[in-house]
């Protein structure tokens, strides 16, 4: 509940402060392949090693969609059957890794458990469409799309598989009453054969406390290795897995390619690079569009498949890097505020029929790269403008538009401005005009 509640915070806009999300295992490993971060690899080995000793305790403890169909379990409570382990699910995550493999996030938008949770919290509306299926789900099957849907769930599950620890039933104790298998989140617990797919179980540990005999136990349980007997439907299904990986790979690549030409211009979070890039990496959990304190990143729509800005209604405060900072995929690479203040995300524009020459634009800029001559319209420092949209907001006159840049890149270091009067201005009639001077050095 700790997680989830952090998560509701996070998603909410309240505060990020315990960065429980940036342990997501879909947005590790595209951090690990996009920016190859040391301290990403090391928490998804840390997470791959906790599997193999505890089982499947991330789709209990950390996975917010898993949580939420606890909740609903909880809301529901509902009677649980046996449920088949499908293998179905191997071939969806090899398609999310090979599409993720090749460049491309478009399957990850759509079925991994952490994006989906996010575009629920945000109030998107694939993310309410999902959760209403969710419910449908929870209340016929359980928690099935965590046993045999969720590509997440299905990697996990052969490591826990073959985990250290895992719940089992003492045939001495247990009297077969079923009322383990009935309270069962995932449905893996066979009451007739005593046994517990630990390969499917999300570990909510519910068994242990229902059973009124203790005969459900949590541990290590001695028993002969079983013999290795490859089965024809085995390897066709590994075969098949296989080939989905390779041809999502190739289509993940194809798709990074052909992305350019169907992406609208639209300006980027600073750390984003460049359209191409950022629409195939970003996981749209809308993070960054929650966590915005000027509410400018808008989620994706049908023009451009990702968050992106629109200075409408605001423009990207100067002092701020909240998106870098919390994006959980690397997608926004995380930069300091000092790199932000000079990456050059947009190219503000004058319109100069309708300017009407009162430089509040030199004024408000961060970077003093507007100036102006007396009576003249104001020039902008194209190699100094990093496209914040301040100026925009501040036109009385709608005179200043913010277009897009094709790569985002660093301005050169910002001059030094002295600030002056220059007198016989002829707006508002005269008296004193403010101007920014390049300092004579």
């Known amino acids: 509940m700790l997680v989830a509640c952090l998560a509701v915070a996070a998603f909410a806009g309240w505060f990020y402060k315990i960065e429980i999300l940036d342990w997501q295992l879909a947005p590790l490993v595209q951090k690990v392949m996009v920016d190859f971060a040391v301290a990403a690899l090391m928490i998804l080995l840390a997470i791959a090693l906790v599997t193999l000793i505890l089982g499947r305790v991330y789709c209990a403890v950390l996975c917010p969609l898993g949580i939420m169909q606890e909740i609903l379990e909880l809301v529901f409570r509902r009677k649980r059957k046996l449920q088949k382990n499908r293998p179905y699910k191997y071939l969806i995550a090899a398609a999310l890794l090979g599409m993720m493999l090749g460049g491309s996030m478009i399957v990850a938008q759509k079925i991994e458990p952490y994006t989906i949770a996010g575009q629920i919290l945000s109030g998107a509306g694939y993310g309410l469409a999902i959760l209403a299926v969710l419910a449908v789900a929870v209340w016929f099957g359980g928690r099935v799309f965590c046993t045999n849907v969720c590509p997440v769930g299905a990697i996990l599950g052969i490591m826990a598989k073959h985990s250290l620890f895992r719940i089992y ?80 790979a190739k289509s993940g690549v194809l798709m990074v390619q052909n992305a350019a030409a169907k992406i609208k211009k639209v300006i980027l979070p600073a750390g984003a690079g460049n359209e191409q890039e950022f629409v195939n990496r970003c996981l749209n959990c809308n993070l960054c569009v ?40 690397g997608a926004i690479k995380s930069i300091s505020l000092e790199q932000k203040q000079k990456m050059q995300i947009g190219l503000a524009v004058i319109d100069e029929k309708k300017c009407v020459k009162c430089g509040l634009c030199v004024m408000t800029c961060p970077r003093k790269a507007i100036a102006r001559e007396m009576g003249q319209v104001p020039t902008i420092d194209d190699t100094n403008c990093i496209g914040c949209g301040a100026c925009k907001a501040k036109c009385t006159v709608k005179a200043i538009e913010i277009v897009a840049v094709e790569q985002q890149k660093f301005c050169k270091e910002r001059k030094n401005y002295v600030f002056g009067f220059d007198g016989n201005s002829t707006y508002f009639g005269g008296g004193f005009d403010i101007v920014w001077r390049q300092e004579n050095t």
């Not at 247990?174 to 179980?201: F, P």
């Not at 001695?222 to 089965?231: L, N, T």
């Not at 929650?290 to 049908?302: G, H, L, Q, R, T």
């Open 169 to 248: 039933i003492d045939d001495k104790a247990c009297v077969a009453c079923g009322g383990c298998a009935k309270n069962c989140q995932a449905g893996c617990i066979d009451v007739k054969n005593k046994a517990i797919d630990n390969e499917t179980c999300v570990k909510c540990l519910k068994c242990l406390s229902v059973c009124p005999k203790g005969a459900i136990k949590y541990g290590r349980k001695a028993k002969p290795e079983p013999k290795f007997e490859p089965s024809r439907r085995r390897l066709l299904g590994l075969g098949a897995a296989v080939a989905v990986l390779a041809v999502a």
């Open 290 to 329: 929650a966590s915005c304190p000027m509410k400018i990143i808008k989620k994706a729509n049908d023009d451009f498949g990702a968050v992106h800005i629109d200075y409408s209604d605001g423009f990207c405060n100067y002092d701020c890097h909240e998106c870098s900072r919390v994006c959980p995929s």
